[in-house]
């Protein structure tokens, strides 16, 4: 158990829909990272707060959104879905601001599934 | 880019070493290495930074050559709970700073009794 906690395990919804994911970090930590996991694509980077600010984006689509609030927790928005946003969605938390250069422990994932 | 991992897919007896490793086509500044049992997250095994810093578990051993972008994971006497996907995630730099990490499509290994 990396003591990072994501919620819901399992969201099922419609295509047209938006969902909110909700990642806690480990105790202490100040850094949030967002992953989709899909079959096509692999694991890919999505987007980094550290400390309450956007630290730094990759392959997120305009669709989606993010923030962390101030008890640090983070929610990844996802809205007009479509079939190929279906993909685990996990969320990873560091000690560090840094994006590359510390170790990142990952929470159980979130399996989103677009009908 | 994404790194390219080798081999895909490997299959050990219990007790047998193996390598998996991890190339890139772009200079690195870390090498992230993770294991990932089917439907579980991602586990952290290693990072090993340019300059040569490394942190991980004790029972894992890597190595980076930062001249050739390439790292290598040894798993020495196999045991069964080593079973899953092993990926390396590659940190970079470029014009607008570092990138997030990019993952390998991950190496499959399996333990038999």
């Known amino acids: 158990d990396s003591g990072v906690t994501q919620t819901p395990k399992h969201l099922i919804t419609a295509t047209g829909q938006r969902v909110t994911l909700r990642c806690s970090p480990r105790s202490g930590d100040l850094s949030v990272y967002w992953y989709q996991q899909s079959l096509d694509q692999g694991l890919q980077f999505l987007i980094q707060?550290?400390?309450?600010?956007?630290?730094a984006k990759g392959n997120i689509l305009e669709r989606f959104s993010a923030q962390q609030f101030p008890d640090l927790h983070s929610e990844l928005n996802l809205s007009s879905l479509e079939l190929g946003d279906s993909a685990l969605y996990f969320c990873?938390?560091?000690?560090?601001?840094?994006?590359?250069?510390?170790?990142?422990?990952f929470g159980p994932g979130t399996r989103l599934t677009v009908l | 880019q994404q790194p390219v991992q080798s081999p895909q897919a490997v299959i050990l007896r219990e007790g047998e070493d193996a390598v998996i490793n991890c190339s890139s086509s772009k200079a690195l500044y870390s090498v992230h290495w993770y294991r990932q049992k089917h439907g579980e997250a991602p586990v952290f095994l290693m990072i090993?930074?340019?300059?040569?810093e490394q942190k991980g578990h004790d029972k894992i051993s890597a190595s980076f050559n930062e001249k050739k972008q390439q790292s290598s994971l040894y798993l020495t006497a196999s045991q069964l709970s080593y079973s899953g996907t092993y990926f390396c995630g590659t940190g970079t730099y470029s014009g607008g700073g570092a990138d997030g990490l990019t993952f390998g499509k991950g190496t499959h290994l399996i333990i038999q009794p």
């Open positions: 707060y550290y400390n309450g600010e956007e630290r």
């Open positions: 990873a938390s560091s000690d560090r601001s840094g994006l590359i250069g510390n170790e990142q422990f």
């Open positions: 090993l930074l340019k300059g040569g």
